[in-house]
């Protein structure tokens, strides 16, 4: 079946320092890719998506790239900020009607 | 548009009693789940529904109850609480369309405690 893979968490970065967690996927046919942010006491939002292969999905100055060769879709930043503290969620789906989504990485960022 | 809401924000029950935990939403959305969060184990599904009159099972629907009447609405029932079901529960939707990449949907949560 399908599934995502996450690095594990904390990431613990100082201010402007650059980003980046990794995600990789099992999938079967041609998944769509997204990166989820939750912000403490919220729930999930979109943050970026792409629907295929060699796509790039970019929002609020992060950035992700469908790599079908590779089967990852990691997330970076070239400059993080205090208010990027939250936990990523990488997540797929296929033809079927529920995400798949990775256990989540909890990033904190001091200033 | 509201989008996705959830009520109550925060429930304290006894173990052994019953509630419902609203969820509606207002965009049309033929899709909806429902989700509990815990510490590590990241999001698990508890049930979801492509359309009115429509549920399955997810991966972890035993002690929970749902039915979906109307578009709009999707309440998740606990039957009998217990303290392994002390958790953050989220409700989501997202569009059928074509091609599968349509993204959910999430609400702000309820956070069940049971004693």
């Known amino acids: 079946g399908d599934s995502v893979t996450q690095m594990e968490g904390p990431v613990t970065l100082s201010e402007e320092a650059f980003l980046t967690i990794n995600c990789t996927y099992t999938a079967t046919g041609y998944p769509s890719l997204f990166w989820y942010v939750q912000y403490p006491g919220e729930g999930l939002q979109l943050l970026l998506k792409?629907?295929?292969?060699?796509d790039k999905g970019s929002n609020k100055g992060f950035e992700a790239t469908y790599r079908k060769e590779t089967t990852s879709f990691h997330l970076e930043k070239g400059s993080v900020q205090v208010s990027d503290s939250a936990v990523y969620f990488c997540a797929l789906k296929t033809g079927s009607y529920i995400p798949t989504f990775g256990r989540g990485t909890s990033l904190i960022v001091h200033p | 548009n509201a989008g996705v809401t959830q009520t109550p924000k925060f429930q304290v029950l006894k173990t052994g009693q019953s509630m419902t935990l609203q969820c509606a939403q207002d965009?049309?959305?033929?899709?909806m789940s429902w989700y509990r969060q815990d510490p590590g184990m990241g999001l698990r599904l508890i049930h979801y529904s492509v359309g009115a009159g429509i549920t399955d099972q997810g991966e972890v629907p035993n002690g929970y109850n749902v039915s979906r009447s109307t578009t709009e609405d999707f309440p998740l029932r606990l039957l009998s609480a217990a303290p392994s079901q002390t958790s953050v529960y989220f409700c989501?939707?997202?569009?059928?369309?074509?091609?599968?990449?349509?993204?959910?949907?999430f609400g702000p949560g309820t956070r069940l405690t049971v004693l």
């Open positions: 989501a939707s997202s569009y059928s369309g074509a091609g599968g990449n349509n993204e959910q949907f």
């Open positions: 965009m049309n959305h033929e899709y």
């Open positions: 792409a629907t295929k292969a060699d």
